[in-house]
């Protein structure tokens, strides 16, 4: 490929664009401008799924300055999508999220486009919210696309109902296998919605001239794709569009398909006139795209001696309104289900479903990081149930050289035990395993392996020689700011032997640029590399042709040399580019031009060794490897976890530049931080209700380690450019499942829901019973759905307990503890009928613990929630316990009721009230009083001197309670207050209702 | 909408006249009427920080600045840094070490930095990332953007 040895492959030289951005002259497409540029606003849908009834415009065209303003009505019914054909321009008939683009306006300026947008009103008739998987796959469900079956599919869809896409993927037999294995071990792990969160909101500038000719400048990652959509929904020929990206300000996937695009074209159509649209934070939140969020049952099988011998997955992936490329996101993700792992007998389902919520798309790992997040957990816990060390069990199974991928690959090169040991030497992993505590907070480890793929689809790239030798490459790359630009730069200029300041490196533009499917799956350093490297060789031989014309000598006789000369070898005879150039240019032959052209060619599918159905791939790309271990310590007050350490290998083939791989690794492990952590679209109803950076947290510099170690591994790619791989999503893809199983290492605790937010990691550890981990055995595995089987109505996270255990260490013939219960041992307690009515009250109130002395005058009451499974009672010897019992059971979501009595009343009320002032806790303090409660008890207190001015001065209020009648409405309605106004409310019980019949003799 | 006034603003050592209302901010000022648009607008909420300009030596977000009370005082942006189109140290810095991906938080990132070093000049790795904790970063993980200050700083 080249004839002297590397010179710029392999150098970490800074971004081409770095200047430029640092000085602050990059040009985003916000700080683009045209002459007569007018400003547009989109208006979102307020409803999550209704019929649009009428339009009324009137208003908002009235208002001065406004030139246009546009609704779904204006436009013919031109169906869109990348896979399944199922949006429009502008929401028509239907809008089935909230935010979905329904009527947008072209003004002077924003402020007034955006209040016009608000004036325009817009009839609709709700219909019912389908928000989630479950919901929407039940019988009977209302159906979001009623005309999904007439929609234009550009794959073999399987689908029905509100399920888009159905696929399944097997290999060997499952069922055979079971029985095979040793151990088993069957869960369900659950995974969010995450936000793209890119720091550039979504923004396009279109502009029209008098051909009728459309050019649009758009923060994007495809010139490809922005040009089909907008094509595709305005009916226009690609002749009339021209699509252009200035720089990026990241993009992640969300900014794969159309964003506002068509809309802005629309406007600019209409007007005449050049319109930019730039979305506010809130608005791109809402109205774009988000990660899938996902349920997985997944099931694996082994020997004792760690042979996996067989994995089942079933994947339900939350697609939101439009179908975008979640049939592509759901396969990905069931072909990455087995794992980088040999496992011969594999069957891996999925179903992919509409809701009607912001739909999800490719994000950063396109379906395997939810995938991976369950498997690389599940490898712990079968690690755990087989008593092996995590590593051990992973090396064991691990995919070496020319094993096979899930689908029939042969990966001749496979790096991942390389990744796998370097991670376990460079970060300690024996010591660092043995975790441990200090200070109220435990340390631990957790490792994960992960597999990707890099390439898919098709490319091209054109090199030419100018007029003076230097070079211009040309290819559909678009730089969203990992550094591609950089890269392909310095590819040419390796293979030209030039420097690069040599190579000119023209930006993309749909006009002149050859098709490239777009900036994702890590494709552009492995597929527009080879396109540039290929285009280079062909220029490279057109070179040595001239020079060979010129010199008169062999072309044989003739190589590169460094600085852009063709030398004949073993001599100083040389002639430069320039000259080459002048020579076809005005002597022979013409200018030189190389070009290179492909669709990923590597080995096909095989279906005699995998079946597929509703798979929507054709061919992928080259499989990635790497491993990643992460080191954590938890707060075992809060449950906060602080990442402290990552070592992250990956075998990237070659570095192009070492620096950019660096950046990609780290940056991939920081937003993966967030997805295991902090990050979570929340939604109400059919409302997101954190569109903000304020109340939807992404990594900041405090919530990372700077300890990032990325491992640069270097196999090198026989089909790639100078060997090389691609980067950008595999830093990605292994950190949840490393942190779950860090977490699970320092604390004990196994948690399969994302992200591990200190709520649940609290709650998990409040729940603990204590005890090791015990292996499931066959038997459990029928508490869980069969294959075929719809999944059951409630989420795990709408029950009390989330989704974590730490199995007891209970011998097999004892019945399993309910969480929470303390059993008391002996035999029957004898609990006084009022008692039970007062437990089953509290129940019914929600009530789930209840704190108290239990030498006390309600040792009634408190024996029977002691002997109550659904109410964990917690005894303490001194009520200086019982605030922080309240703060541990308020952070798990818990209802508490503090039940307390004369004895103590000054000094634990007092501290307890004011706590619960302090934090506006909701809780409910139930203070009994002997005697009445104007009168000097056998203590000398007298409530309404001591208790009663300190409510009043917290403002805490209370009521009293003087009939034994009340007391359960009482505490009912207490408590729903206490809910609603989220502070904290006293109830006084007198002596008259607390002396209780037998009270204190049962 | 209240009246909009005539503001002078001095902006990277030059006088400037703007038009200002109650509610328009150093941000609007800055890129709809100066065409300096290295500030950015990432959320005009006054969290990511990629607006962040120098008032007075201090990092602050122009998008929470009402341009009216900047009047009288130094307002420097990321296009001042520059001394005869040389870089600073800090943006050289940035450069050389690889910070840069996206670009879009840098502005805000840089002059975040900058205020740490004339401050502190051997800051080190806890007092980085506390300046710039309120610049979200969403490409980068924050390494080498702490590894460039600390090539400055010598922290």
Redesign the interface.
């Known amino acids: 490929m080249n004839d002297a040895s590397s010179n710029v492959v392999g150098t970490?030289m800074?971004?081409l664009?770095?200047?430029?951005?640092?000085?602050?002259?990059?040009?985003?497409t916000?700080?683009l401008?045209r002459t007569g540029m007018l400003h547009g606003a989109v208006l979102g849908s307020p409803r999550a799924h209704a019929r649009i009834l009428s339009y009324n415009v009137d208003a908002a065209r009235a208002v001065p300055g406004v030139k246009a303003v546009i609704t779904g009505a204006d436009y013919p019914d031109l169906p869109m999508g990348c896979m399944i054909k199922d949006e429009r321009l502008l929401a028509k008939d239907k809008v089935r999220y909230v935010g979905q683009p329904v009527a947008a306006v072209a003004a002077r300026d924003a402020e007034t486009a955006r209040r016009a947008a608000r004036l325009i009103d817009i009839e609709y008739e709700t219909l019912p919210e389908v928000m989630t998987i479950d919901a929407a796959m039940a019988d009977g469900a209302t159906l979001i696309h009623e005309g999904l079956g007439d929609y234009i599919k550009i794959f073999e869809a399987e689908f029905a109902g509100n399920v888009l896409s159905h696929q399944l993927l097997t290999e060997g037999d499952v069922e055979a296998a079971w029985s095979d294995c040793d151990h088993i071990v069957e869960k369900v792990y659950e995974t969010q919605q995450q936000a793209h969160?890119?720091?550039?909101?979504c923004a396009a500038l279109a502009e029209v001239d008098d051909t009728g000719k459309v050019t649009i400048w758009s923060s994007h990652q495809s010139i490809s794709r922005v040009q089909a959509n907008v094509a595709e929904a305005l009916g226009l020929s690609m002749a009339k569009v021209r699509a252009m990206t200035p720089?990026?300000?990241?993009a992640?996937g969300g900014k794969m398909e159309a964003t506002v695009q068509p809309i802005v074209a629309a406007l600019a159509l209409k007007t005449g006139k050049p319109v930019k649209v730039?979305l506010?934070?809130e608005d791109d939140f809402q109205m774009i795209r988000s990660r899938h969020g996902t349920r997985i049952r997944m099931k694996t099988g082994a020997k004792s001696d760690g042979t996996i011998l067989a994995r089942e997955a079933e994947l339900f992936y939350d697609a939101g309104a439009y179908a975008d490329d979640s049939a592509g996101v759901l396969g990905f993700g069931l072909l990455m289900a087995r794992g980088p792992y040999n496992i011969p007998n594999v069957r891996c389902e999925g179903h992919c479903v509409y809701t009607n919520k912001l739909r999800a798309a490719g994000f950063r790992g396109f379906g395997n990081p939810q995938v991976t997040f369950a498997g690389e957990s599940q490898m712990d816990e079968l690690a755990d149930a087989l008593g092996m060390d995590p590593i051990e069990l992973r090396l064991k199974n691990a995919m070496r050289n020319g094993d096979k991928q899930f689908g029939g690959h042969t990966v001749d090169v496979c790096g991942l035990v390389d990744c796998l040991e370097k991670v376990r030497d460079q970060s300690d992993w024996a010591t660092r395993r043995k975790a441990g505590k200090s200070n109220g907070t435990a340390s631990g480890i957790g490792v994960a392996c992960l597999s990707h793929v890099c390439g898919l689809l098709s490319t091209g790239a054109i090199v030419r020689l100018a007029e003076d030798g230097s070079l211009v490459v040309s290819t559909g790359a678009v730089d969203?700011?990992?550094?591609s630009d950089t890269a392909l730069a310095q590819i040419c200029a390796e293979a030209l032997q030039v420097d690069v300041s040599q190579v000119n490196f023209v930006a993309p533009d749909s006009d002149t640029s050859p098709y490239n499917w777009g900036t994702g799956a890590s494709r552009i350093t492995y597929m527009v590399g080879r396109a540039v490297s290929d285009a280079a060789s062909e220029v490279r031989e057109k070179i040595l042709n001239a020079a060979s014309m010129m010199l008169e000598a062999d072309k044989a006789d003739l190589e590169l040399a460094p600085g852009g000369k063709v030398q004949v070898k073993g001599t100083d005879i040389s002639v430069g580019f320039f000259d080459v150039s002048m020579f076809s240019l005005f002597g022979v032959g013409g200018p030189i031009i190389g070009q290179s052209t492909f669709l990923y060619d590597g080995e096909p599918f095989d279906p005699k060794r995998t079946a597929m159905m509703g798979f929507p791939f054709g061919n992928l790309g080259v499989y990635l490897f790497g491993a990643q271990a992460v080191e954590v310590e938890v707060d075992e007050v809060t449950g906060k976890t602080d990442v402290k350490r990552a070592w992250l290998a990956h075998d990237v083939g070659k570095a192009i530049n070492p620096?950019?791989v660096?950046?990609q690794i780290?940056?991939?492990?920081?937003?993966g931080v967030g997805y295991a952590l902090y990050e979570e679209l929340v939604w109400d109803g059919g409302q997101l209700v954190n569109p903000?950076?304020?109340d939807y947290k992404?990594p900041?510099?405090?919530d990372?380690p700077?300890e990032?170690h990325p491992i640069i591994v270097e196999n090198p790619e026989p089909t790639g450019p100078y060997g090389a791989r691609g980067i950008g999503e595999p830093g990605f893809v292994g950190v949840a499942p490393a942190i779950a199983n860090a977490v699970r290492n320092a604390t004990g605790i196994r948690l399969r829901s994302l992200p591990l937010s200190p709520e649940k990691v609290l709650t998990a550890m409040l729940n603990d019973d204590g005890g090791s981990a015990r292996s499931v055995g066959a038997a459990a595995v029928s508490e869980y759905a069969t294959v075929t089987a719809l999944p059951t109505a409630a989420r795990a996270s709408d029950k009390e307990d989330l989704p974590a255990d730490r199995s007891p260490a209970v011998p097999a013939s004892s019945e399993p503890q309910a969480a929470g219960s303390n059993r008391p041992t002996g035999g029957p307690v004898k609990i006084s009928p009022f008692a039970r009515v007062f437990v089953e009250g509290l129940k019914d109130a929600g009530v789930s613990i209840v704190a108290a002395l239990p030498e006390s005058l309600l040792a009634s009451i408190y024996r029977a929630c002691e002997a109550d499974d659904d109410i964990r009672y917690i005894p303490v010897t001194n009520e200086a316990e019982l605030p922080g019992i309240a703060a541990g059971a308020y952070l798990a979501g818990k209802k508490a009721v503090m039940i307390m009595e004369n004895s103590g009343l000054r000094q634990a009320m007092e501290p307890i009230a004011r706590f619960a002032y302090c934090h506006a806790m909701p809780m409910v303090m139930v203070m009994c009083y002997r005697g009445d409660l104007g009168e000097e008890n056998w203590w000398g207190h007298n409530h309404a001197q001591t208790m009663a001015p300190l409510l009043d001065a917290m403002r805490i209020p209370w009521r009293a309670v003087r009939k034994i009648e009340d007391i359960m409405p009482s505490i009912k309605k207490a408590i729903k207050h206490a809910d609603s106004s989220q502070w904290p409310v006293a109830l006084v019980m007198s002596g008259e209702c607390v002396e209780l019949p037998n009270y204190g003799k049962d | 909408m209240a009246t909009a006034q005539l503001v002078d603003l001095t902006i990277n050592g030059e006088e400037h006249e703007v038009r200002a209302d109650g509610a328009t901010t150093l941000l609007d000022v800055l890129?709809d009427q100066l065409?300096?648009?290295?500030?950015?607008?990432?959320?005009?909420?006054g969290?990511?920080g990629?607006c962040n300009i120098l008032l007075d030596g201090q990092a602050v977000r122009a998008c929470l600045v009402v341009a009216g009370t900047a009047e009288g005082r130094e307002i420097t942006?990321?296009?001042g840094?520059?001394r005869d189109g040389e870089?600073s140290p800090v943006?050289q810095a940035?450069?050389?070490?690889?910070?840069?991906?996206?670009?879009?938080?840098?502005?805000g990132m840089?002059i975040s930095a900058e205020a740490l070093v004339q401050a502190n000049a051997t800051a080190g790795?806890e007092e980085i990332?506390?300046a710039?904790?309120?610049?979200?970063?969403?490409?980068?993980?924050?390494?080498?953007?702490?590894d460039a200050v600390r090539s400055v700083t010598g922290g």
């Not at chain 1, 664009?17 to 040009?27: F, I, N, Q, S, V």
């Not at chain 1, 969160?197 to 909101?201: H, Q, R, S, T, V």
């Not at chain 1, 780290?666 to 937003?671: I, L, S």
């Open positions: 970490s800074p971004r664009e770095a200047r430029a951005k640092l000085t602050g002259r990059a040009e985003y916000d700080d401008s969160a890119y720091m550039e909101p720089r990026v300000g990241g992640f730039v506010s934070r969203n700011g990992q550094g620096g950019a660096e950046g780290q940056g991939g492990f920081v937003q903000s950076f304020m992404i900041g510099a405090h990372v700077y990032i | 890129r065409q300096l648009n290295g500030a950015k607008r990432g959320c005009n909420q969290v990511c990629a942006t990321i296009e840094l520059e870089l943006q940035f450069l050389d070490t690889g910070a840069v991906q996206c670009g879009f938080c840098m502005p840089v790795v990332r506390e710039i904790s309120g610049n979200l970063c969403r490409c980068s993980g924050y390494v080498k953007v702490i």
